[in-house]
């Protein structure tokens, strides 16, 4: 098992950059991928950016590519998400989460199976 604490949101203007904060207690923290994802009212929670238990391997989606930056800390047991460059679309509740990692790495697959509570980030034009 493992708990995870979002922070770091708040409002930008467009342009502006926030980074946001995931960490986690419980055991072994270096053996879970870890991802962010976000998710706007009443559409479906999308994965942003995710990153390999090595920390060797990262990816993101398309939208975010070249802007976000994943990273993460195994000392303090903590993932961050760098956001450059934001704009009002990447406006939304973002979500840090956790699986075991595995042998190959994938985005998407398997699922994630321990989430945080959320962060609110907002980006004013």
């Known amino acids: 098992q493992v708990q995870l604490v979002e922070s770091g949101g708040g409002l930008v203007q467009a342009g502006g950059s926030l980074r946001l904060s995931c960490t986690a207690s419980?055991?072994?923290?270096?053996?879970?991928?870890m991802g962010w994802f976000r998710q706007d009212p009443g559409e479906e929670r999308t994965i942003v950016a995710g990153?390999?238990?090595?920390?060797?391997?990262?990816e993101y989606a398309g939208s975010v590519k070249g802007r976000f930056t994943i990273s993460r800390d195994n000392a303090k047991n903590t993932v961050y998400l760098q956001m450059d460059s934001l704009t009002p679309e990447d406006t939304a509740i973002y979500f840090c989460?956790?699986?075991?990692?595995?042998?190959?790495?994938?985005?998407?697959?398997?699922?994630?199976?321990?989430w945080g509570r959320g962060t609110q980030v907002t980006v004013s034009s």
């Open positions: 989460a956790a699986r075991i990692g595995g042998l190959r790495y994938s985005l998407n697959d398997p699922p994630y199976n321990f």
């Open positions: 419980g055991r072994r923290f270096e053996t879970y991928d």
């Open positions: 990153i390999e238990w090595t920390g060797g391997t990262t």
